[in-house]
Nanobody
Framework: QVQLVESGGGLVQSGGSLRLSCAAS????????MGWYRQTPGKQRDSVAR???????NYAESLKGRFTISRDNAKNTVYLQMSSLKPEDTGVYYC??????????????WGQGTKVTVSS
């Protein structure tokens, strides 16, 4: 079983910055992709950014330049540095990871989410 635990959310003023972290633990052999998704009230969960095991990144077009995803493979941790935050960035941010367990089975896990609120 693989667990993901996010941290770093909170309340920030417009224009401010936050850094989210997500640590994966459990019966992990390897992690392929890791990513961040965002869900705002009344909307579906959308992809924010993803990063491969080799460090190749993909971003939602509207967030390029403000958000930066990175990962520490030794710690099985992915980060999301968010800057120049806007009220419309408010939402619950979820971490996702996929890979292979020690038993050789594929996994795809989600964290419980961390809330980000950007005040105007």
């Amino acid at each position: 079983q693989v667990q993901l635990v996010e941290s770093g959310g909170g309340l920030v003023q417009s224009g401010g910055s936050l850094r989210l972290s997500c640590a994966a633990s459990g019966t992990i052999r390897s992690i392929n992709g890791m990513g961040w998704y965002r869900q705002t009230p009344g909307k579906q969960r959308d992809s924010v950014a993803r990063i491969s095991s080799r460090g190749i990144t993909n971003y939602a077009e509207s967030l390029k330049g403000r958000f930066t995803i990175s990962r520490d493979n030794a710690k099985n941790t992915v980060y999301l540095q968010m800057s120049s935050l806007k009220p419309e960035d408010t939402g619950v941010y979820y971490c996702n990871a996929d890979g292979i367990t020690i038993a050789g089975l594929p996994f795809a896990s989600w964290g419980q989410g961390t809330k980000v609120t950007v005040s105007s």
